[in-house]
């Protein structure tokens, strides 16, 4: 299987010094290290495929072995699956694999994880995402709807897989599609102080759409997203991030000798408000948590039935250890007031090897991005892919994700602020 977005193996010696590294931050001298642990720490740095995370599911009879790869830090950390009779084996693998994707969109990664069912019998998958920034390994937990298909095969919907999908009380359709689109991509964005990387005309991340630093820790710090106009919002999703925090260790370093780390046990406290405008002048309250006791680093702001805004902005009142506010995602959900984009015209092809999937997409100006989707079966496109649309003419992607002797069916979506528009399917 190809891996997209990084680059394997390191050389012995980036391994060496990546090692070193490690011992000088855990103040361990390698001589206290227990032999056994010395080539599983060094593993960790060569960026060789980890094939780890065992969890097991039945179903009708059929016992599924799920397993993670290639690892955390890479944005194409999946779960493949195996099936098979008995729970000892043997085992064969599934067409449908790996059936846990997700490398595009706000948070990639998708590996890691565990298949369950809820208290209403519905089949959810959770498994791990990237973050990468701050430490090779940090990460959040996602979740999706899964399922087993009329043949029996597991399946994982993360089809925009970080926009907010509407659960009914008991349970949802697997493949159901979001009612909010994203509304803020690429739209200009100001603030209090300065802002790194994020201009008045574009976005940062691919879906994040800001990424801001305060020049000061000071209270009443604000990042304002202007809409460009009035658009009807439902859901305001907030991401603080820590970023190089500046302060010693508060307390005592707990952990183990490999994983040394501070574990805070006081109550901390994070604290904003979240204003809207119609003209950028006159601003009205969406979310008052200036007198919040709690440190949510993630929220999501819901308003079921809309509210009319043009100008969004966020004043950050207080957070943890009082250090510089960080901001990795302010985005802005809802219905906007345009018509849905054309369905895309796309030339889809393998690679040489077999193991690639190459497509080229002619852009259209009403589209903001596209989600590509393939599968083993015309009617089985479990995997998936959210790009945005590129500079010029096309947008090109290659997607190291196929299995060599399998065949494939492709189709493209396009999406914008309004809505969603399917592509044909075709034969890879």
Known sequence: MGVDNCDFPRSEEEVEMMFQGFLRQSGTPVEQLPKQYIPQIRGMFTRRPFIEGPWMDKHNGKYYLQYACPGAEFNVYADGVYEGDSPLGPFTLAKNNPYSYHPGGFMPGAG??????????????????????????????????????????????????????????????????????????????????????????KAVNEDATTWWRAASAERGQWLMVDLQRVMDVRAIQINFADDKLPIASPGKIQGSATQPRYIEERDLITRWVLEGSLDGNAYFMIEDKSEAATDLPHDLIVREQGIEVRYVRLTILQIPYDVTPCISGLRIFGIGHREKPKAPVCRTRRSDDRLDLLVDIENTEDAVGYNILWGHAEDKLYHSYQIYKGEGALTQKRIGALVKAQEYFVRVDAFNESGITHGEVTRL
């Not at 925009?160 to 493949?175: K, L, R, S």
């Open 112 to 201: 890691h994880g565990s298949t369950m069912r809820d208290r209403g019998g519905n089949l959810w998958h959770t498994s791990t995402m990237r973050i990468s920034v701050n430490h090779q390994f940090e990460r959040r937990v996602g979740i999706w709807p899964a399922g087993y298909d009329k043949d029996g095969e597991l399946f994982c919907n993360q089809n925009y897989g970080d926009w907010p999908i509407a659960v009914d009380e008991n349970g949802m359709d697997a493949w159901r599609e979001p009612q909010w689109f994203l509304l803020n991509y690429a739209k200009p964005a100001a603030a209090s102080s300065s802002m790194e990387g994020c201009g008045a005309d």
